[in-house]
């Protein structure tokens, strides 16, 4: 049964870090694409943080967050991570861990993060 599990989300200040953790079950994570999403408001669509590819560990980020964030996975804990950096109050939201495994999509259940003074 295939499982993606978030946690590592919290409040923070303006400026500070959170590493968020994707502990994925049911699949290899390094066989597969993973990828981070954040919906930032009610209503809103989630849009595309980071991803990571399979092959090589290729990995692209979205506009805002590049330079500040790094997607990382530890092949011996089947985890995905989100090393968040210089956090802005912009980047507060709901983040998600995403991965499409034998022609299914599959989402995890969320960890807020809020970036508040």
């Known amino acids: 049964q295939v499982q993606l599990v978030e946690s590592g989300g919290g409040l923070v200040q303006p400026g500070g870090s959170l590493r968020l953790s994707c502990a994925v079950s049911?699949?290899?994570?390094?066989?597969?694409?993973m990828s981070w999403y954040r919906r930032q408001a009610p209503g809103k669509e989630r849009e595309l943080v980071a991803i990571m590819s399979s092959v090589g560990g290729r990995r692209n980020y979205a506009d805002s967050v590049k330079g500040r964030f790094t997607i990382s996975r530890d092949n011996a804990k089947n985890t995905v991570y989100l090393q968040m950096n210089s956090l802005k109050p912009e980047d507060t939201a709901v983040y998600y861990c995403?991965?499409?495994?034998?022609?299914?999509?599959?989402w995890g259940q969320g960890t807020q993060v809020t970036v508040s003074s």
């Open positions: 995403r991965a499409f495994v034998g022609g299914t999509e599959y």
């Open positions: 049911g699949f290899t994570a390094s066989s597969y694409a």
